[in-house]
């Protein structure tokens, strides 16, 4: 069955070439530049048919722009192809496509208001008789799902799935075809653990087949899990091609050029008063059913979960942006259940979502804008409605500068950004005014190793100084290192409370997946 | 030195004040767009098929005819800005134009003695006819989530009908001479009434748009709407503030046009639409919102006065002119597109 659903629909993607010593993909010298930026400097790369070839890197350092010239969404602007042992100069991304090299880009291209079934055959859709074959598509739709092991349904409309839920069918439609070439950029930074071990069987699948896997990923972890070999990019140049048996230590050296021994760092726990106290929370659909938690200053609390386990909706349903449909939410003993976001905002309660290009960043417009604009109506920007654009743009330097923002450009569009130093744009954000309640959904979504230590100093900062914080997330060291309690959900309902140490990998996994709290 | 040499030498200097000239050029188009290129096209041109063009009275005239696209373009630009656009200024210009008319000429006639108040009368309720079309609009697209194009469509019929239907397609006569006297042809320190007020009107919009809160919501909601929600700004409300500050300004160029013409009339405004869309996306003002500058819509507003009164002077033919605008239009637009690919691919 698998056999078939890989092979039996070969649009295009020639022959494989089977000679194991010559790379089935050869970069040599391949450069990109930005204005002011070499985004790629002379960058040699190959990829061998059959393996997992990593790209790793700090946020900013070429990975998506060096797949993205494989893929042919970009072009270089110098350098050489060579696919299957022939110079090839890529036209677009449907051309990639007929060659048999499929991309899972970091940003998605999906069409929110088609259904999942139609987004993934968008573009080569089967006819018969010139009408749309439907059946056939719900079949092959059904199958690709399944196969996948995801949990979606074909006739789902995009724009209501989360972003874990898309990301899932970017993936369904990178496998939906036979690649020989399979770029996946980031394609777990926001699944969970289950849905990661889904797409990596398939990976070791596909890769048996003889095709050639670029992966890009911030975690170590699964470098170890499913990598070959790994590239490492430092400021555009290839700073070594080294073994997936390197020590992470090492990596991290080769990536940033020092040493950083500890990741997670050490939270002092002094608890203060009750800051945000929810009773019986529930939302349209029963989405989020009876959900009951509390948060006092100075602790971090962990919200953890599946994908589609609710733990976002609850995320939201505090900020005002999903409707409650039962329940109460008070913060700081007062109710806030009717007031609108700014209020909330005014009131010390702070979301940051998970999706920076959807829902994060207005990308259009300047870092300057971006990071002033929730706080814009506060003194420290306005007075009578009038701005103070000196004030602005010497705090908003001053802030990017500490969250090293790379490339500090503040007048620059967000959209130049590369994914990980958008990241920090909106984390940057909360932090222009009094905030009292944090709460980060997936705050280190695609994010590298050394901003990622950075943005959990920072997330102690905040709790050492006495706020509280609310950490919704799917990466599970996360969880595990840096929380002081952590509520587990599972399908709309609280499955468990865990404090100290109870936190184990295990206890919260078990509950991840528990039917009703025992 | 041999003459080839020196050939040579001629050739490599030229070559680097050609680079130098392209340059120069990418530079311009990069940053400002097409317009600073389509502008002396368009002065050169137009300076070589009539000689009165570019005399100092004739672009005096040239100034003072775009102040009603001017206000117009500057309204369209808010609506643009927040993702939408505005189908009804058109409307909004006959409606005031009839209504203020109409309310002036009955004051008048009521209160002969009494100038200045029918003046006010008239103005107040030709602004507030107009104004009320644009807060119709934004309610609907703000509070029903009407697409911007039905709704702005559908009150253009509106108010386009109402227009009609007080006036049964007749001119309104009857204002007190003083209306057109002052806000027509007026003058003071030799600069035309309208275009004084409209630069004060540019002055306080630009000021509006870079300097307040409100100007960044406008740019925020249209650059992403949820992440403006996210950042606790009343989107809602942003929305039908666009609408609202588009009808006023049509509004005012009703006003204005109406003293200039010194009857209230129904059919104005008719192409306001087409040139006002025109005058902004010809300024680089994006299509899909959050993007755009309030100082090159007035350019743009004035480069397309400027080819009217040219094609005016060098006698082409009005039907003709309508086919040079819009295809001027869909030329900026696809020259837009080509400079985006164009950095694209240079960014280096
Ligand atoms: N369209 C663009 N315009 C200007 N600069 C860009 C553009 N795209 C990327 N860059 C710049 O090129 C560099 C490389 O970006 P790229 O997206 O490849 O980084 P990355 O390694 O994928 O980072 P991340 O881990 O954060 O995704 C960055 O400095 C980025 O700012
Ligand atoms: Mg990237």
């Known amino acids: ?183 996946l950029d980031e394609p777990t930074a926001s699944l969970t653990e289950r849905e990661t071990e889904q797409l990596f069987d398939l990976i070791q699948q596909v890769k048996s087949q003889g095709v050639g896997i670029i992966y890009i990923t911030h975690r170590i972890n699964e470098i170890r899990q499913i990598g070959d070999r790994i590239t490492v990019l430092r400021d555009g140049q290839r700073v070594a091609t080294v073994s997936a048996q390197t020590s992470e230590r090492e990596l991290v050296r080769l990536m940033t050029g020092q040493v950083i021994d500890q990741i997670f760092p050490k939270i002092a726990f002094s608890p203060g008063e009750q800051l945000l106290e929810v009773n019986d929370l529930s939302t349209a659909g029963g989405i989020v059913a009876d959900v009951s938690i509390n948060v006092r200053r100075g602790e971090i609390v962990g919200l953890a979960g599946l994908v589609g386990s609710g733990k976002s909706e609850l995320g939201r349903a505090l900020f005002g942006l999903n409707e409650k449909t039962g329940g109460s939410v008070r913060l700081a003993g007062e109710s806030i259940d009717d007031l609108s976001v700014r209020q909330i905002m005014d009131r010390g309660l702070f979301y940051i979502p998970a999706d920076r290009r959807a829902e994060g960043l207005v990308m259009a417009r300047s870092v300057r804008e971006n990071i002033a604009l929730p706080a814009l109506h506060t003194r420290r920007f306005s007075k009578a409605m009038i701005l103070r654009r000196r004030a602005e743009a010497i705090q908003v330097r001053e802030l990017a500068g500490r969250l090293n923002l790379q490339p500090l450009r503040i007048e620059q569009d967000a959209a130049n950004f590369s994914g990980g130093n958008q990241q920090k744009i909106l984390l940057a954000k909360c932090l222009m005014q009094e905030i009292s309640l944090f709460v980060f959904d997936e705050p280190t979504v695609g994010v590298d190793v050394g901003t990622r230590a950075a943005i959990y100093e920072f997330i102690r900062d905040l709790c050492e100084a006495g706020a509280a914080v609310l950490l919704i997330s799917s990466d599970l060291p996360e969880i595990l290192y840096l929380t002081h309690r952590v509520y587990v959900m599972c399908r709309g309902v609280l499955s468990a409370e865990l404090s100290a140490n109870e936190i184990t990998q295990e206890n919260v996994l078990r509950h991840c997946f528990e039917q009703q709290a025992a | 030195m041999s003459d080839h040499d020196r050939m040579a030498v001629k050739n490599e200097t030229t070559r680097g004040l050609v680079a130098r000239v392209l340059y120069v050029f990418q ?110 609009n934004g309610i609907g697209i703000s509070l029903f989530n009407v697409s ?69 919501y406008f740019y925020a909601v249209g650059g992403n709407i949820k992440a403006a929600r996210l950042s606790g700004i009343n989107t809602r409300l942003t929305l039908f503030l666009a609408y609202v500050f588009c009808g006023a300004l049509a509004a005012v160029a009703g006003i204005l046009l109406t003293a200039r013409l010194d009857t209230g009339e129904a059919n104005i405004g008719a192409t306001m639409p087409l040139l006002s869309i025109a005058a902004c996306v010809i300024a680089g003002v994006s299509l899909r919102g959050g993007v755009g500058r309030l100082e090159n819509v007035v350019f743009g507003a004035l480069f397309i006065g400027l080819v009217q009164n040219g094609m005016n002077l060098a006698r082409i033919e009005s039907y003709l002119q309508i086919v040079v605008i819009g295809a001027l239009l869909i030329f900026a637009v696809v020259s837009d597109q080509l400079r985006l690919r164009y950095i694209a691919k240079i960014s280096s």
Not at chain 1, 47 to 56: D, M, N, P, T
Not at chain 2, 53 to 68: A, K
Not at chain 2, 190 to 196: A, G, Y
Not at chain 2, 199 to 210: E, H, M, P, R, T
């Open chain 2, 27 to 136: 530079l311009v188009l990069v940053r400002w767009g097409v317009l600073p290129f389509l502008l002396i096209i368009a002065v050169v041109v137009f300076a070589l098929l009539s000689e009165n063009f570019l005399t100092g009275r004739n672009l005096m005239n040239v100034v003072r005819q775009s102040t009603y696209l001017t206000l117009v373009s500057m309204g369209q630009m808010f609506a643009l800005l927040t993702g939408g656009f505005d189908l009804s200024v058109g409307t909004i210009l006959a409606l005031t134009s009839v209504v203020g008319a109409t309310a002036m000429a009955a004051a008048y006639t009521a209160m002969p003695d009494a100038v200045v108040l029918s003046i006010v009368i008239g103005m107040v309720a030709g602004a507030a006819a107009g104004t009320a079309i644009g807060v119709v």
């Open chain 2, 148 to 216: 911007p194009f039905m709704m702005s469509l559908g009150m253009a019929s509106v108010g386009f009908g109402l227009a009609l239907y007080m006036t049964g397609g007749t001119p309104v006569y009857g204002m007190p001479i003083e209306f057109g006297d002052t806000f027509g042809f007026g003058t003071l320190l030799n600069l035309p009434v309208p275009v004084i007020i409209t630069i004060a009107l540019i002055a306080v919009l630009y000021f509006v748009l870079n300097w307040t809160r409100l100007g960044r």
């Open chain 1, 1 to 183: 069955m698998a056999q078939h659903l890989l092979h039996g629909h070969r649009d295009g993607g020639g022959e494989l070439p089977r000679h194991d010593n010559s790379p089935l993909l050869e970069l040599t010298g391949i450069s990109r530049y930005y204005p002011g930026i070499k985004a790629l400097d002379r960058v040699d790369f190959t990829l061998r048919s059959g393996e997992v070839h990593v790209l790793f890197g700090e946020n900013g350092a070429g990975k998506s722009t060096l797949i993205s010239i494989v893929a042919g969404a970009v072009k270089p602007h110098g350098g050489e192809i060579h696919f299957a042992g022939q110079s090839l100069q890529l036209a677009c991304v449907h051309h990639a496509r007929t060659l048999g090299i499929s991309a899972v880009f970091q940003e998605f291209s999906l069409v929110p208001d088609l259904t999942v079934e139609q987004n993934l055959f968008l573009g080569s859709e089967q006819t018969k008789n010139g009408l749309l074959d439907k059946k056939y598509l719900r079949k092959r739709s059904t199958q690709i799902l399944e196969r996948l092991g995801f949990a979606l349904r074909p006739d789902q409309r995009v724009a209501y799935l989360s972003r874990a839920e898309q990301q899932m069918v970017e993936i369904a439609k990178a496998f939906r075809t036979s690649a020989t070439v399979l770029i």
